[in-house]
């Protein structure tokens, strides 16, 4: 069987650049890397444009997701070239769950009291809204484990998420028929780890904690990020 593609999928708040660490990684390794931009504007929308881009993939892919991100590939993951998941610090939704089923679960995470929110035009259709992190709690919520004139910019080049995409279900959960493995940011203060880490083992996922670490695990500690992401590409191989 021929090595995977790594298909990475960044979540709200972020965009492709997220990852900048991580490719760097697995580049060093000869791993194939793509890093598209998650549109983040719904679920069903979102899941479908990462289903395309892995489905015109030469060969295996492993699908990568942060944060919504691991919403995406829970659903495109069911596509048939798609051989792994990776959940990073992210949702693992199960079929007819939404993000915030799961969410209120559990005791909300400070990400919830800290939103802004803005509005973006829709054609034909009245304004829809969407939600950034205020940027006084951005580091705080989002990469506490970031240096501060990081964080800075990271804050500044947020990309927002619909708010719909809270409320829209799972059309399926690829983790039931495809090996998952999950890397839980034992710090998190924008998905509650309990969240992480319940996703995780109903998944039956390989499990890696990393204790101390932020919700942007990938720019704070992209080796550990790279290494699990390399198991998956091992084991699928």
């Known amino acids: 069987m021929s090595t995977p593609t790594v298909v990475l999928v960044h ?14 990684e697995l580049q060093s390794d000869g791993i194939a890397v793509i890093a598209p931009p998650n549109p983040l504007r719904g679920l069903a929308s979102d899941s479908a444009y990462v289903a395309s881009v892995a489905a015109q993939v030469e060969g295996p892919v492993v699908l990568v ?104 279900t799972a059309t399926a959960a690829a983790w039931r028929t495809k090996p998952s493995w999950a890397l839980v940011a034992g710090a998190d203060n924008a998905i509650n780890p309990e969240v992480e880490r319940f996703g995780a083992k109903r998944a039956g996922a390989t499990v890696v904690e990393l204790e101390g670490a932020s919700h942007a695990v990938a720019v704070s500690r992209p080796k550990a990020v790279a290494d699990l992401i390399r198991d998956a590409v091992r084991a699928t191989s």
Request: charged share 15%; glycine share 12%.
């Open 65 to 168: 997701g942060h944060s919504y991100g691991g919403a995406l590939i829970t659903v495109a993951g069911t596509t048939e070239n798609v051989v792994g998941l990776v959940y990073v610090a992210a949702y693992a939704l199960d079929e007819g769950e939404s993000l915030g089923e799961l969410q209120n679960r559990f005791p909300l995470s400070p990400l919830v009291g800290n939103l802004k929110e803005w509005t973006y035009p829709v054609a034909g259709g009245d304004p829809a809204v969407e939600v950034t992190i205020a940027e006084d709690a951005f580091p705080s919520v989002f990469a506490a484990d970031v240096p501060a004139d990081v964080t800075r910019v990271l804050a500044a080049a947020q990309r927002p998420l619909a708010a719909a995409a809270f409320e829209e």
């Open 11 to 24: 979540g709200a708040f972020a965009d492709a650049g997220s990852w900048a660490g991580v490719i760097t």
